[in-house]
């Protein structure tokens, strides 16, 4: 894909601001992009050169345009500590969180996100972690430009019956760090749900 395609095809995902220098840098590395279909297990991911193939990046195409380039700029700063530190170093560790943040800060200030999203990952990027939904705050705020409504367990009260997409039905109880202690009412066993977790609220 040329510099013109691949501009084209990212502008529907990304921020326009971002669109020039994220292809800019997308082509000086070398990496074969994908918008992926949505996976229930990850936002996006990054594959380092193996058989005879580059680096290849995937994201998610569901995701709103802030959570999109936040993935792409996740899974570039994976690109980056593999062709320094290869396999040496931890995924998520010191080094790629460097590297994330390096990315990252020189977009910031510059009006390109909503004052609630730069403010939640200003926030992040002090301590950056393995995805945007690892960090409550942050996905609770990106997931407002989700063009749907959404209800977070954060957000009911305790006591409250609720329900989760798989169909099992809870009484929230109470919250234990970032998870609640949450009864099953028909097996009567106790879960520990994620405080952003999206529910229904249920009579």
């Given at each position: 894909?040329n510099?013109?395609d691949l501009?084209?095809?990212?502008?529907k995902?990304?921020?326009?601001?971002?669109v020039?220098?994220?292809?800019e840098?997308?082509?000086?590395?070398?990496?074969h992009?994908?918008?992926?279909?949505q996976?229930?297990?990850?936002l996006g991911?990054?594959?380092?050169?193996?058989?005879?193939?580059?680096?290849r990046i995937?994201v998610?195409h569901?995701?709103?345009?802030y959570?999109?380039?936040?993935?792409?700029v996740h899974?570039l700063?994976?690109?980056?500590?593999w062709?320094?530190y290869?396999n040496s170093?931890d995924p998520?560790?010191r080094?790629?969180?460097?590297f994330f943040?390096?990315l990252?800060?020189?977009?910031?200030?510059?009006g390109i996100?909503?004052?609630?999203?730069?403010?939640?990952?200003?926030?992040?990027l002090?301590?950056?972690?393995?995805s945007?939904c690892?960090d409550?705050n942050?996905?609770k705020?990106l997931?407002?430009y989700?063009?749907?409504?959404?209800i977070h367990?954060?957000d009911i009260p305790?006591?409250?019956?609720?329900?989760?997409n798989?169909?099992m039905?809870?009484i929230?109880g109470?919250?234990?760090?970032?998870?609640?202690?949450?009864?099953?009412q028909?097996s009567g066993r106790?879960?520990f749900v994620?405080?952003?977790?999206?529910v229904?609220?249920l009579e």
């Open positions: 894909m510099r013109q501009e084209k095809g990212l502008s995902y990304i921020p326009p601001e971002t020039s220098s994220i292809c840098l997308i082509v000086e590395l070398k990496v992009m994908r918008v992926s279909k996976r229930t297990t990850k991911d990054y594959r380092p050169p193996h058989d005879g193939k580059g680096h995937s998610n569901n995701l709103n345009t959570s999109f380039f936040i993935t792409l899974e700063a994976h690109l980056v500590a062709n320094r290869q170093i998520h560790g080094e790629w969180k460097a943040q390096n990252m800060v020189p977009y910031l200030s510059k996100f909503p004052d609630d999203v730069e403010t939640a990952l200003q926030r992040y002090k301590n950056p972690a393995a945007s690892s409550p942050l996905y705020v997931s407002r989700d063009g749907r409504s959404v367990l954060d305790p006591g409250a019956k609720f329900g989760l798989n169909g039905v809870f929230k109470e919250k234990k760090r970032t998870r609640y202690r949450c009864i099953e028909r106790a879960y994620s405080g952003i977790a999206e229904e609220i």
